[in-house]
């Protein structure tokens, strides 16, 4: 099926240092997601993104939705040894058939030398 | 947001047989979905559950192989059948209200012998 593409696939940073990885698409989506999944867990929602040009933060994760609603992008500042996982992105659509489906991308896997 | 229990958390199974994965909500909401996550993949849908209906595959998965109940607002199984090493997975519930973004439970780990 249909995947986002996310990048990076693995990042290796030290502690306390500023993490950025995007998610691109070839078609539009009306909702950007971003989740954390810890091993042996089920991913948890970190940012929801409802609206094109959006910037939403929480605590230190910040994210956009892109103009042009293909797009989006997740900041960590400050790194912590907790931030360790995987982040996902995902794409959903409004309305209509595959209205509430989910696409995800392929994952960035964040590993962090204290 | 809904608390979404999953059981079992984890199974070893041998190959052939069928396992039956629970997902109960603490909540009633219109939406339930099953997903798939192999080794160190991402997550793809496999289907919608529906409330009194015939739940919507997508495409590469059918029925015969994934069947899924869906009796009422805050249960449904997911049904792995006739099991090969190849459906060595993390099989996880999430649920949605159409007002919120989905919420996951912490998955079902399955290893096929």
């Known amino acids: 099926g249909q995947q986002l593409n996310q990048s990076p696939q693995s990042m290796f940073i030290q502690e306390g240092e500023d993490v950025s990885m995007n998610c691109t698409s070839s078609?539009?989506?009306?909702?950007w997601l971003w989740y954390k999944q810890d091993p042996g867990e089920g991913p948890v929602l970190l940012i929801a993104?409802?609206?094109?040009?959006e910037l939403t933060s929480n605590g230190r994760l910040t994210a956009q939705f892109g103009i042009t609603r293909k797009d989006s992008f997740l900041n960590i500042s400050a790194s912590i040894p907790s931030d360790v996982g995987i982040y996902f992105c995902?794409?959903?659509?409004?309305?209509?058939?595959?209205?509430?489906?989910?696409?995800f991308g392929q994952g960035t896997r964040l590993t962090i030398n204290p | 947001s809904a608390v979404i229990s999953q059981k079992p958390s984890r199974d070893i199974c041998q190959r052939g047989t069928s396992l039956t994965i629970q997902c109960q909500v603490d909540?009633?909401?219109?939406?339930m979905f099953w997903y798939r996550q192999q080794p160190g993949q991402s997550l793809t849908l496999i289907a919608t559950?529906?409330?009194?209906?015939?739940?919507?595959?997508e495409s590469g998965f059918v029925i015969d192989k994934f069947p899924i109940s869906r009796p009422n607002l805050t249960f449904s199984t997911l049904t792995v059948s006739n099991m090969s090493p190849e459906d060595s997975s993390i099989y996880l519930c999430?649920?949605?209200?159409?007002?919120?973004?989905?919420?996951f439970g912490d998955g079902t780990r399955l290893s096929i012998l």
């Open positions: 999430s649920v949605g209200t159409g007002r919120e973004p989905q919420h």
């Open positions: 995902a794409g959903q659509r409004a309305g209509g058939e595959g209205a509430q489906k989910l696409v």
């Open positions: 559950a529906n409330q009194g209906s015939e739940a919507t595959y």
């Open positions: 078609s539009i989506f009306n909702t």
């Open positions: 909540s009633q909401v219109t939406m």
């Open positions: 993104l409802y609206k094109a040009g």
